[in-house]
């Protein structure tokens, strides 16, 4: 369908901006999501700098590289979360602060607002992201949550992602959402609770990555139907099943790579998901933004795999259906 | 093998213990693993009354059940757990106190000591439960934990429950902690993890509960052959799997019984446990302690549950071959 | 859950009634769901001889046996089929008449509505069976047909059921028509599309029968959930898959019992469908009606089989959770 | 193999055949299997002008293509379909003439003797086609046909396709009948019954669609084992399965494309074809004949699955072995 | 069916025969198949002591205990196997002799002479046994044999069993070989090649023990539909893959009974056979021999085996369909 | 990884080495796995001419070509196989001598002595074979063996194989054994229990060759990492199920190629292996030797076979993750 191909910068944070587009080009991608850590793209000077953003374009584009997204799942994270000690990693130092897990949560929600503002400024129209969950422990653990805790936990959600989502309203920018372990939203139904509880505010859509899906038993495939007109923004990512009877899906503490673990991560077409019936169902549903390869695969060079993912993606991609299309056989 | 059959008593604290045990009675039970909540078992009162053991025992007997196994999950729960304020439902008001999460903390790891104390003033070898977490949040999120923080989350596990232990090695008792999501082990990776951690201390055993590793896809023969000497109990409670492309394992915060849940709970034989598998490997491994029903499955009426579970396990529980026993047929 | 178990009696229509009766009652049904060929239920005479319904309801109360289903598939097939030769040994001469096509499908619609007024004068409240389909030759062959044609066939059983139907209001019955091969409703989509097209009206619901919807890939429990206030009628027969890789699921114009056949009836329990899932659905959907065991196994003696399902029915069906059974563990 | 790859030019009729041999030909297709619709190949023109044929021949031959089969599915259908206003957009007009059922099926049977006389003069030795059948609409729905009526649908065939064959042994051309619902055989033991019926005349062989096999759940390779010596003609064309509980095999008069639906059709290697099983036992019985895509694919464009599947069938048939090699690493 | 369920009794050698007849006439049976060691049946002693037989008759009739198969396996094996050590276990020491393999050889071919005499003064018109095999340790091994090499064991096996089955013509008795591992036959196609070699003689047929073919493979099923006028007798024996990744179907040399095994034997009904579509089948082609329960899982007392293994049969052999049953609802 | 992909030569036995040296080099292969028959590898002639290893050497790098594993499987099978007529076609005249069993054995253990001084004189450090077995006709035969007699045979492995290990480590050799059906080892325990016995010493590895354990059941992942400091060489071969029901997994005597065997070999990518997980199990245990196409295909030209491997195996041989990489994502 020559959807733009794209690589999501936040897996080589530690190259410098530079040198990732170098090798994005050389592999074939046609673009970047780019993401707010590392010094791929810095919020608060993209602000306060004239030029910076500008500059960014200037350096991709001399790469032919395009900019479709501007990513910050880092801060959003610590939006709803209950801050402990591994959040001091995730953000800027001046969204950090004293570390107090009030203070931190105002500070990471008012940067989400500026990367907002960013974003619009570097001329993008989403921005994609983690939000956090006052929810988390209570999932699969012991003792399970009632229903009024559930409730308050999705409304805690709404209540501090609304000011964000104003912005994005007011600045023409649409927030996607990814959904994914840790986030109030993780699966199928509890993504339609959240989008109840938004009241379907269009500003609000979903980053649909299939692999955070595969492992947990749900089909992409029924998640794309189901939320059809909310799929702003798409990672190709793999995973696989790795249940011998001793590892366990929950992954026993175990890093990923680690062979005792029940699922873990894939470099595109080397795990399970149906990417064949994931690309119908895209078509299917008229869907046309970017497809931004994800790469994480514990067992493979990184980059040998964008590379390879790159061909991967651009051979994936057929075209669909043009209406009255091989039908010339059956009577019209 | 005629090992005796056991009505987990927990799943019934809405009864008085004396209209239980009538009931238990006559559906076939052995006896109970009598729980620490409702007025099953008291453990204060057990060790400031003089005849409060025997007339409990008294009570029983007339039912022709037996006592052997003591249990007090959810106090246990509240030792590791972040306390919040679900945990105030579980514990006695005097272990709540004024809330306050150290004091919370404390006051249950006392219970839990003066639970052992208990045991064995009613004559009782194993006293079952669950330990909490401080570890649980950071399971399948996001971020997830360095190994640093996995290490000193078990370490915060050994250093509570230590005293606990001591106190099982000084009354003659055996603590069977229930590997179940929301503890500290929760498959069989981890509970290697924490058996380590221990440094294979007697005192410490397993609750082998094959429902809570079924849907996690670990497989319940497999567990139990890593852990043969450590299973000091066992609850006989099925899970079933009701993945459909659209549920999943992690619930999506949908009570038991929702039918949109990716797994559930089933009264033993309608789920997806292979039994048959199940108490081959026991009969392998020489466990001959007793088969406790824990009844828990949101589509069955719990009596005409409890009735049928009490035949079930007697029907499955065969006699393993005596040595020697069917070979006639080969040269020897 | 002590829904009444009944006999479809029109599979022993070769028995006169008495004989019957006898033993179905011996096996242990309740009932009889009641079929208009045979001896067994003669609409014309019910309508005609003031005292016919009484002495049939006097044989069948002498083996305690209850009627609680009229069915008339025979004659309801007559109603949209195309008629050919195959449907004079369906229907009564007196509908066949002299053959000619429109004769035969106005008489067979006469004689549907006759059996509803005959229901009314038994004291029953669900007339079941089959409606015939101007389009079952358009079902997977060639050419297909064009949405247009698919509509118009549906709106023929529509306009030739409303009279029928205008009965049923009349006199405080429901049709319970069976989705089947050869209806012009056979599966879940083709089910939805009849039920719009009737615009909901309360007459009409369904004769639920997993057996004809297992061997097409349709899940008996998907098709209960999507239809939960529908289900008029349950009618308990099994099938199973017996594909080797020559057999296939169009049968080959074998007859049932042939094992090169793809797919077969069996009695229940014999085949492939997931009853405990079944069962759990009904009691779900709070589904109160009877359970009519359809015997047809081409490899079983039927009276064997009778005996034996009916054991097998009563054994399956459990009683529903009552609200708030088992979760006594849980904090509340 | 290097069997020759063509191109099945019925599904492009809306395309004059200049305009698709231009395409075929870059894409690298060996030759078409002709299509008697649209512009492609028309029958009376071509027995009734001189030159008509050798401009065909020329017209491809400046493509580099051959023909090597001559198909007329369409007009075959109506020799022993029941005729309904279906049939009208399949055939030419002269052959529809007043619609009369008898004429038309009449006048499709000496279309089909035509067809056999153009093929010879087109140089061709092979005509595929469907056959229509008397029986289709007694499969799988009710009631059942009785043996005698198949026996007597089945001899309908035979009769009406004697003149058609006999002009094939006059000509010197075979029939390659399409295994298809719809058609008089269907499935494997369907089309033992047809070959059984016409005595096994070598006039009628079989075109093999592994397509139209696999959503029955009839396995390709055993089908082509079983009649190994008739295989006169090979479709590649590719099916999948989709059924997610709601969907069901007989497609709920869905379109082709419908999501809906339980089973679709699949440009080759994207659907559930075991390919790589096929060409071992095409291989295995010594077909060399040509391979023919059938492209139909209501997912993807088709011409780029038709420049996709021409590279598949190339790669895909690999060299079977010589006698002797490989082994010498046994003893001899 | 009401088919007999007899023990086999040489799975139990160890107990004087008076003993187990007293066992198997408790739990139910209703015969035994004699086995030719222990002081079950001694075939020497039968033909040269007037009573010997008449006793063993007298003795099992105390029971209510028929004989309907008398079997000799363990002297059957030295018949055809290149003989070594092991064998001196499982003959009689007049058969064993000097131990040198021509004679120990000879003297099992005439033992099994004997034995087929013993069968008819015995008045059992059965026997059962092993073969031995020339070729098996040919079998999957390196290097394999050449075609040659093949024919030449079978005829071999021919060449030893043609007097043993011309004692079988004069004394009107049937041999039932067991198809097994280690024989001559031991799959669907060695056991087509034997039955070949012996051109169809009909003293010569099959003891069918499914639990033997399972592991391999092979569907029981196809066995008995392909062999359906040779199937003489009947094990009931069931068989369960354990392969977890590690263990392999060629068992490492492991004991039965060892967990690390990939295969194993179990108890009726607990394992992987489908019994179910074994008695359909045996039914379809009118088996109405014996069923004889073997026996042999090294997880299960042989006594709690044998008495439920009884019931199972009993339950599990239904009747089949008589002419004309249950088709009262179609028309005829 | 950039691991050397080598021809196993032996299955090209009947060419000239100058021939196969010429096609494996326009493959692309890197070198070969030389095997000491047909014309490729004297051992007699390599000790005693002077320039017989350079003359080799020589030659093959005129094609691009190393050598790294010197084979010789065909020798090693008659050290400890029992002798019979199967074995003189696998070893040189000289070895075979008058053929009485315990002299083939002794002078192919000698053989097997020079072969391992032939490659020291080669340059190669790695000696490839097979080694017979005293015990495999007693594997899933009957009778099975004692505990004692696998032990003895076991030990005779030792006994007969010491001498040649000595050899090797005299030498500067390994010798890595194929582990595969008709050897002493052959499955993952039977592996373990040849390991135990030669106490582990170094001279001692494994050829690690998939395809044999597939079609036993046994995961080749779990056998790479039960054994990973122990895989000396690795060779590339597939293998594939074939069961329908009526093939059997021991093969019915028939030749590869039949269709009615349960399994069958495949060139590399054409079975059932997951190569995918192999490779990502050699990364993990740091497996850096070479990758050895062995080409085996009945169904397959082998020079198309050979090629397509080459191009194979590459493809598949990623890099495996550098220490670090692609965790930029997450909090250090």
Redo the contacts between chains.
């Keep these: 369908m020559a959807r733009p191909v794209l690589l999501f910068s ?6 410098a901006l530079e040198e990732l587009a170098q090798q994005a080009g050389d592999w074939g991608y046609q673009g970047l999501e780019l ?1 707010c850590w ?1 010094d791929h793209f810095e919020v608060q000077r993209a602000l306060s700098e004239p030029d910076y953003c500008q500059q960014k374009l200037d350096l991709l584009s001399r790469h032919d590289l395009a900019v479709m997204v501007l990513s910050n ?2 801060v959003g ?1 610590a939006v709803c979360d ?1 801050i402990d ?3 001091q ?2 953000v800027p130092d001046y969204v950090w602060g004293d570390g107090s897990p009030a203070g931190v949560q105002q500070r990471a929600a008012e940067e989400m607002t500026a990367t907002v503002q960013a974003a619009e400024k570097l001329g993008v129209g989403v921005v994609g992201g ?1 939000g956090g969950s006052a ?13 009024q ?2 409730r308050e936990g999705i409304e805690d959600f709404v209540h501090k992602y609304t000011p964000i989502l104003d912005a994005c309203r007011d600045h023409g920018v649409r927030f996607a959402f990814e959904v ?4 109030i939203a ?5 993504t339609e ?1 959240v989008l109840d509880a938004l009241s379907g505010r269009e500003e609000f859509g979903l980053l649909f990555d299939p692999s955070h ?1 595969h492992w ?4 992409p ?3 794309v ?2 939320f059809a007109e909310r799929i702003y923004h798409v990672h190709v990512k793999d995973a696989t ?1 790795t ?13 990923y ?1 680690d ?2 673990r ?1 699922w873990d991560f894939r470099a595109p077409g ?1 795990g399970g998901i149906d990417w ?1 019936a994931v690309i ?2 895209l ?2 549903i008229g869907y046309d933004g970017p497809l931004a390869v ?12 964008a590379d ?1 993912a790159c061909k991967f993606v651009k051979r994936l991609d ?5 209406p ?3 039908e ?5």
């Design positions: 936040g897996s080589w944070a530690d190259l993401c590392g799942h880092r994270q209950p000690r591994r959040h990693a995730l983690f929810l988390w422990s209570y999932v699969v653990g012991y003792p399970g949550p009632t229903p805790v559930v994914h372990p840790g986030q993780f699966d199928l139904y509890s609770m899906l947990q038993g749900v089909d495939v029924e998640f139907r189901r099943l249940l011998n009877g001793r590892s366990g899906l929950l992954g026993s503490y175990l890093p790579g062979p005792r029940g080397h064949e119908r169902t078509n299917e994800e790469l994480k695969d514990p067992g493979m060079n990184r980059e040998y795999g390879e057929f075209e669909p259906a043009r009255g299309g091989g010339a056989f059956r009577p019209s």
